[in-house]
């Protein structure tokens, strides 16, 4: 009977546990619920007040004028949301200047990157490199047009100020003429990992084999200077790993031996948070540099 009563009583403890569990998955919901139901109520209001205030000629003008059109409501939204992300951002003890946005999965999703790439824009982060082991963002320019289209949705009619120079790969001319003020995207590839090194390597040898150089000149340093000018950005300080797959995936081997990794599970449906936590790991971090 003793046993009896003690498999009873630890049932009876689960039963407890679960029923707490549940409660509090509930309460999350319901307080979620309310507060989308509060919004849009709150919207639904002011928007015919908003509306009242213009004669019937205004509104024929404002029909053929897209910016006057823009809902209020909208517009005080993303000005919130660009202020809370540049607080966040200046809140930091230390901000990357470049950011990776490394993706090990097999499919991506460009809505879902381009509005990490926005955010690490919106924060104050000046290059955002986003690399998949397959080349699939740099055979195609959708990801480059999604970003477009999410800075928009996001940053609102301020987008303007978030000027993106795309730098596809490390033999483009112009790159050599990027404005560091502004926000830099760079999409990588495989190529631009262990094939860049040999490709500096080969540029090397040709350049002793034609007399440019003495092989005396052949050095780490001189290696080190060719694949730099090749990519003409800074080092990443962080680069955040999307995916279950435990490698860096040849992610720019030479330029990442001072740079923090962090992990998520998944790029997919990934919000805002999730990014300002790894930012915010990366801020707390301590790199001792080899000391």
């Given amino acids: 009977m003793a046993r009896l009563y003690g ?78 992300w540049l607080s966040d951002g ?25 509005n990490l790439v926005v955010w690490c824009m919106a924060v104050g982060i000046s290059y955002v490199s986003v690399y998949d082991n397959h080349g699939i963002f740099r055979k195609n320019s959708r990801l480059l047009e999604e970003i477009v289209r999410q800075q928009q949705d996001l940053l609102g009619i301020d987008g303007a100020k978030y000027n993106v120079e795309f730098l596809s790969n490390g033999i483009d001319k112009h790159q ?36 440019e150089r003495s092989s005396k000149d052949i050095s780490v340093t001189m290696l080190d200077i060719l694949l730099r000018e090749s990519k003409n950005i800074p080092d990443p300080e962080l680069v955040v790993k999307f995916g279950p797959v435990d490698s860096t995936l040849g992610f720019l081997p030479w330029h990442i031996r001072l740079t923090e990794f962090i992990s998520l599970p998944s790029h997919r449906n990934v919000s805002y948070e999730d990014l300002l936590g790894a930012l915010q790991r990366y801020s707390a971090c301590q790199q001792r540099l080899g000391q």
């Fill in 7 to 84: 498999l009873l009583w630890r049932l009876l403890l689960v039963l407890v546990h679960v029923n707490r569990a549940f409660i509090s998955w509930l309460r999350v919901r319901l307080r979620s619920w309310k507060d989308r139901l509060w919004e849009r109520a709150m919207a639904a209001l002011l928007l015919p007040v908003a509306l009242a205030g213009f004669p019937g000629s205004d509104q024929r003008k404002l029909n053929h004028n897209p910016d006057a059109n823009a809902n209020p409501l909208t517009g005080n939204r993303t000005s919130s949301r660009r202020s809370r």
């Fill in 90 to 114: 200046r809140s930091l003890e230390k901000l990357p200047v470049h950011i990776g946005l490394l993706v090990t999965e097999e499919e991506p999703s460009y809505t879902d990157i381009a």
């Fill in 176 to 211: 050599h003429h990027v404005v560091s003020c502004r926000p830099t995207v760079k999409v990588l590839s495989p190529e631009d990992g262990k094939q860049s090194i040999v490709q500096a390597a080969q540029q090397l040898c040709r350049s002793v084999e034609n007399k």
